[in-house]
């Protein structure tokens, strides 16, 4: 009773900060405020089994306007009024939830509130991320990461920390940490894909606390794909997984079908560690699909329609005991990519099985050839993408 009470206590002194931040710096701004999702009323005062950190609340519309700091305040209090739409409405946090679903068949680790936080690390919010930051600058959000910092190490103390974004949030939040005056501990971060995946995970430890560091869960950059194993990540360390274990997983595979026969997907990770990169993302996929994904970068940018990305997968027929390479997604001029696979396919005397717009070939069975060919064919597609810049 007597901790429930410091810790409300310590709570309102924190808000009271934050809001006196919030008066002075808002009028400047003219941007609306906003950070705490879940109503805190009910968590606060036990043990945070899970704090979930997102960067900025993107409430607002296109007219900012900053009002006084009594609605942070009043957040601050009893959450944000749409939180009971979250697990229908709110993609952030309904695609991570689905994926406990898919993977566990419940969600109980998201829907405890009694032991949960959900909160933005920037008080600000707007349209775009990078509107948000143009305006507030690096003080005002260095200011609200440094108050988030000492609302979750000082007063919260979650056993995991889930933070939505490596580079904005976690990366940001560590560095607060160790710019912290009276903090001396020695932080060690490992950054690793675990089970394969696409995406780039974050981990590392703060006294009590675990702080995992995932890609924004909102479903841009195929980030679906790679839920199901971050789901199992945040599953296993509330369970108390030791950092070292989780790291581990990315020399492992998560199947989650049980479509993937056990020998195809090792013949598949075997081939993932002998085929070059050549500049392109490189994952497996929870159907067991070796992906290489290509965009292109820099001046070409301007050129490319949506998010200008080339997709070519390698799976395994088990029926038929062969490889077979497919498109997975088009990016520009898709029938001028199409000739150009059918092109290196004529060369490499690969036959084509599909005749619709899905582009299939039977790459045939032996492991140098599928290597050889893999390589010249990366190195093709950086080549056509780099090189193809007409609207």
Not at 60 to 86: L, M, P
Not at 298 to 303: P, V
Not at 353 to 372: E, H, K, L, P, Y
Request: aromatic share 10%.
């Amino acid at each position: 009773m007597d901790n429930c009470i410091d810790v409300e206590k310590k709570y309102n002194e924190w808000i009271d900060k934050a809001c006196e931040f919030v008066e002075k710096v808002g009028p400047s701004l003219n941007m609306p405020v906003g950070a705490m999702q879940s109503d805190i009323s009910l968590a606060l005062g036990n043990e945070i089994n899970i704090m979930f950190l997102g960067h900025d609340a993107h409430e607002a519309d296109s007219t900012f306007q900053f009002k006084n700091s009594d609605y942070f305040r009043e957040r601050c209090r009893t959450g944000n009024v749409c939180w009971v739409e979250r697990n229908e409405k709110w993609a952030i946090w309904k695609n991570l939830r689905d994926g406990f679903i898919k993977v566990f068949g419940e969600s109980s680790i998201m829907d405890d509130l009694d032991h949960l936080v959900f909160t933005n690390a920037i008080f600000f919010t707007g349209d775009h991320i990078t509107e948000v930051l143009d305006q507030i600058g690096t003080s005002v959000e260095n200011r609200c990461m440094e108050l988030t910092r000492d609302l979750i190490f000082d007063i919260l103390q979650p056993k995991l920390l889930v933070c939505f974004s490596i580079n904005d949030v976690f990366d940001k939040l560590i560095g607060s940490v160790r710019n912290k005056e009276d903090f001396h501990e020695k932080i060690i971060v490992q950054k690793f894909k675990p089970y394969h995946i696409k995406h780039t995970c974050a981990i590392t430890q703060v006294g009590s606390t675990i702080i995992l560091g995932i890609p924004h869960p909102s479903g841009a950059h195929g980030v679906l794909a790679s839920l199901p194993a971050i789901v199992r990540i945040i599953n296993d360390l509330s369970k108390k997984e030791i950092i070292e274990n989780i790291v581990a997983t990315k020399e492992k595979y998560l199947d989650v079908s049980n479509a993937v026969n056990k020998n195809d997907l090792e013949r598949i990770i075997a081939l993932k560690d002998k085929i070059r990169k050549d500049g392109t993302n490189q994952w497996i996929d929870p159907e067991g699909i070796l992906v290489y994904e290509y965009y292109c970068k820099g001046i070409i940018k301007k050129y490319v329609k949506g998010n200008g990305t080339i997709a070519v997968g390698l799976k395994i027929d088990s029926e038929e005991n062969k490889y077979v390479l497919s498109i997975l997604s088009y990016g520009n001029h898709p029938d001028k990519f199409i000739a150009k696979l059918q092109e290196i396919c004529d060369e490499s005397k690969l036959f084509k099985m599909d005749v619709n717009a899905n582009f299939v070939a039977d790459v045939g069975t032996d492991d140098s050839r599928i290597i050889d060919f893999f390589n010249l064919l990366l190195s093709k597609m950086k080549d056509y993408r780099e090189n193809d810049i007409r609207e």
